[in-house]
């Protein structure tokens, strides 16, 4: 099983970034998949969720409006887009798959907002 997050980097604020969590091993489409974020000295927060079919989405109140989950599951890939970032957003950013038995965590990919 695994889960490769990919997309991040430095950015300067009022800019974007797209997040992309490449998942193998494992029954895809079957899976709430979801990103998560941790900054220094902070828990690891969840950021949005998407159901197995995409039907459903749900963000938290600080990333409402800018940031959109989406997901691929012919390419078992799930996507953050995120816009308007602030330098609140620097955080390390964990893709996760919740199944009814199992639950996958990627290794993270940081995204920094800074001038």
């Known amino acids: 099983v695994q889960l490769v997050e990919s997309g991040g980097g430095l950015v300067q604020p009022g800019g974007s970034l797209r997040l992309s969590c490449a998942a193998s091993?494992?029954?895809?489409?079957?899976?709430?998949m979801s990103w998560h974020r941790q900054a220094p000295g902070k828990e690891r927060e969840l950021v949005a969720r998407?159901?197995?079919?995409?039907?459903?989405?749900n963000y938290a109140d600080s990333v409402k409006g800018r940031f959109t989950i989406s997901r691929a599951n012919a390419k078992k890939t799930v996507y953050l887009q995120m816009n308007s970032l602030k330098p609140e957003d620097t955080a390390v950013y964990y893709c996760?798959?919740?199944?009814?038995?199992?639950?996958?965590w990627g290794q993270g990919t940081q995204v920094t907002v800074s001038s």
């Open positions: 998407i159901t197995s079919a995409g039907g459903s989405t």
């Open positions: 996760n798959a919740a199944g009814n038995i199992f639950n996958y």
């Open positions: 091993g494992f029954t895809f489409s079957s899976y709430i």
